[in-house]
């Protein structure tokens, strides 16, 4: 059975910072390609970053020089060091992994709220 859990969500002041994490099980988490979306209330989800099997990162342009993926292929988890939170980063963050051939997996999601 795959299972994805994020966790590390809360609330965090604007300029704060946080660390998500994306524990998995169930897949060969090496071979995948791993990402954060978020998704804000009344919004569409959204890519947040991506990091590939050799480590190569993608982001958009909202979050490039603040939010950092990692992944650690010995314990088969994602990260995402987001930091110089803005209220417009609040969210669902979820954890995906996915790979062209065997398909690909969602987590439930975890809540990041920026607010004074």
């Known amino acids: 059975q795959v299972q994805l859990v994020e966790s590390g969500g809360g609330l965090v002041q604007p300029g704060g910072s946080l660390r998500l994490s994306c524990t998995t099980s169930g897949i060969i988490f090496s071979i995948y390609v791993m990402g954060w979306y978020r998704q804000a209330p009344g919004k569409e989800r959204e890519l947040v970053a991506t990091?590939?099997?050799?480590?190569?990162?993608n982001y958009p342009d909202s979050v490039k020089g603040r939010f950092t993926i990692s992944r650690d292929n010995t314990k088969n988890m994602v990260y995402l060091q987001m930091n110089s939170l803005k209220p417009e980063d609040t969210a669902v963050y979820y954890c995906?992994?996915?790979?062209?051939?065997?398909?690909?997996?969602w987590g439930q999601g975890t809540q990041v709220t920026v607010s004074s």
């Open positions: 995906k992994a996915e790979h062209g051939l065997l398909g690909s997996y």
């Open positions: 990091i590939t099997r050799g480590g190569l990162t």
